[in-house]
């Protein structure tokens, strides 16, 4: 079956590349074709490289709380650059503070992100999550 | 003596360059105006007598080449996102010594389907998306490709997934498939095409372009003129096997109708920690301002650079350098006549050398985030390029070459912006570069003695 391909990146101006560059070797290791953009990538940057690539989902890292001022949008300009069936997943320390994560995930699914996942998590979840929603049989 | 002759067909002029490659020299040089209606072996012809009548009798062992006749190397190129794919295309026809009409991004229109077919190109370019990714674009645009018809030859470099499908949507048609401008995403793969764009220009728009009655006369038109600038500014900077080069480079070349820049320069960040944004950079880089000129584009000068800032420098109130402005747009063909249309001239020139060598440098932007201060640099690092080199008949032919090519230098009031700090300047006086680049093809050696003998120092500046 045709590789699924991700773009994933750091957004905003924050500069932590680690867990990034973590989830770009778990995912290539699980068979996805993966646009690696590094950090402090824009929403623009996120988009023009997906319409290029095709890509299937866009996987937005952000490690320093502004998470969800940067992401605020985002699916609405995949949906003007007519990617409008783009997985949009979220992950990291996406908000200020401690907040229950429920609500946090609530307020990025009604911002358009398919999936949102908090601080810790293994990338076997979202590798798993991907598979599920892009339909990927084993 | 073994003298060789080297010509550039131009819109306008027929230019000549004699050559002796056995002791390195110029031996002289002669043009001859022409237009596209003359037969191009009369302006030949004519420019060679004027020639000899400076040289004595020549007995040429050999004949050498470019064109820039009938408008050029015409070019349409279509990517899909524009600082991606387009820009890669342009990129591409640029450094291939094309003149780009136009480049489109996403699909095609209507409307621009009615300015294809009006523009008419001699090579269009069809790119867009990576290998594997997104094909839908540059299917449609074969499609419009197709449906608006023509003779002139389609380039296809863009998705390899695509390339089959688009090769049979435009049958009938003379198509080129090449490797992927763009192979991966933020990857930069221009060579193949623009040695496609080199052939097809050898093998067919020389003859379309009536430039085969000449054939007899010399040994080949090799190349497009702003490929023969480029290869002879390469070959300044590197050097060849026994000749060193002058090292990195900036080049100028202020025409009536635009502005041309190359630089020869890895253009890294000086700092290692900066991180780059956008395409990477080709190590020989062309920009072209179509909008920058001294007479057909100068009312573009005035929009980039303002009216009064031009005024200021030139000493003259807004309102006389308004209508000086005017005047020389109307009439392409008026030299300065006194001090003040000469002032007026060389602040026009100024601002046009400034704005386009900005457009063709990167930029280094301070952003602070929670890990301090992070350097992002976008285009190429000029700071430390420490030569300059001016060609152009707008600027050879000025005493103060100098003193206007240190507008395209670094600015304090903007900083941002990566030109070179400080250069020595060279001045094409000659006028040889392209026909150097000619020579190279087959003297290297001999171009480059040339071409350091020739270039003239003018001060070093800042």
């Known amino acids: 079956m045709e590789k699924k391909t991700l773009v994933i990146g750091v957004i905003g101006a924050d500069v932590h590349a680690v867990g990034n560059q973590i989830l770009y070797h778990a995912f290539t290791d699980a068979g996805f074709n993966v646009i690696n953009l590094g950090v402090m990538v824009s929403q623009e940057e996120f988009i023009n490289a997906a319409i290029e690539t095709n890509a299937d989902a866009i996987v937005v890292s952000s490690l320093y709380g502004q998470g969800e001022l940067d992401c605020r949008g985002l699916r609405e300009k995949c949906n003007e650059a007519g990617l409008e069936n783009i997985l949009l997943y979220v992950g990291g320390n996406i908000v200020i503070g401690k907040q229950p994560f429920d609500e946090v995930e609530k307020r990025f699914k009604a911002m358009g992100f398919d999936r949102s996942f908090p601080p810790g998590t293994p990338p076997e979840v979202d590798i798993e999550a991907l598979k599920e929603d892009l339909h990927i049989e084993e | ?462």
Do not use: W
Not at chain 2, 10 to 34: E, F, H, M, Q, W
Not at chain 2, 140 to 163: F, S
Not at chain 2, 192 to 214: D, M, Y
Not at chain 2, 413 to 435: F, G, H, N, Q
């Open chain 2, 1 to 462: 003596m073994k003298p060789v002759l080297l010509i550039d067909f131009g819109s306008t002029y027929t230019k000549v360059t004699a050559a002796d490659i056995d002791s390195p020299r110029l031996l002289g040089t002669a043009n001859s105006y022409t237009t596209v209606q003359t037969d191009i072996n009369d302006g030949l012809a004519d420019a060679l007598i004027r020639l000899e009548k400076k040289t004595g009798k020549l007995d040429f062992c050999a004949r050498y080449a470019c064109s820039s006749a009938a408008g050029g190397l015409r070019m349409l190129a279509s990517g899909l996102v524009p600082e991606l794919t387009a820009e890669a295309a342009k990129t591409a026809s640029l450094g291939a010594g094309a003149k780009v009409l136009k480049t489109y991004s996403f699909k095609l229109t209507e409307d621009d389907e009615e300015e294809i077919r009006r523009l008419d190109p001699d090579i269009f370019l069809l790119v867009g998306g990576t290998d594997g990714g997104n094909t839908d674009c540059i299917t449609h645009n074969a499609r419009v490709l197709a449906r608006i018809g023509g003779t002139y030859p389609i380039i296809l470099a863009g998705n390899r997934n695509a390339a089959r499908e688009c090769e049979r949507i435009l049958e009938g048609r003379e198509v080129h498939i090449c490797e992927n401008v763009m192979p991966r995403f933020g990857t930069l793969n221009i060579e193949p095409t623009q040695k496609q764009i080199r052939e097809v220009f050898l093998n067919r728009i020389v003859q379309a372009k009536g430039l085969t009655q000449a054939s007899e006369l010399i040994s080949g038109i090799m190349m497009p003129t702003p490929s023969a600038v480029m290869t002879a500014m390469e070959l300044l900077a590197k050097g060849t096997k026994n000749i060193p080069g002058i090292g990195d480079l900036v080049a100028v070349d202020v025409g009536g109708a635009t502005t041309d820049i190359y630089s020869v320069a890895e253009g890294l960040p000086d700092d290692p920690r900066t991180s780059l944004k956008g395409l990477p950079e080709p190590y020989i880089k062309r920009t072209v301002e179509g909008d920058i000129g001294m007479r057909y584009s100068i009312h573009g000068i005035v929009d980039a650079a303002g009216l009064d800032r031009i005024a200021e420098a030139a000493g003259i109130s807004e309102q006389r350098m308004g209508e000086i402005v005017d005047m020389f747009g109307e009439n392409t063909d008026m030299l300065p006549y006194d001090e003040e249309t000469q002032s007026a001239d060389e602040a026009l020139a100024s601002f046009a050398v400034r704005v386009a060598v900005t457009r063709h440098a990167g930029r280094l932007e301070e952003v602070f985030g929670i890990g301090g201060l992070k350097l992002v640099q976008t285009g190429k690092n000029l700071l430390n390029v420490d030569k300059f080199i001016v060609t152009g008949g707008s600027l050879i032919h000025t005493k103060n070459t100098g003193r206007i090519a240190s507008y395209g230098f670094y600015d304090e009031e903007d900083p941002t912006s990566l030109k070179p700090k400080s250069c020595e300047v060279l001045v094409d006086r000659s006028y040889i570069i392209a026909a150097m680049g000619l020579l190279s093809q087959y003297y290297p050696d001999a171009a480059l003695t040339i071409l350091k003998e020739e270039l003239i120092k003018d001060g070093t500046s800042k």
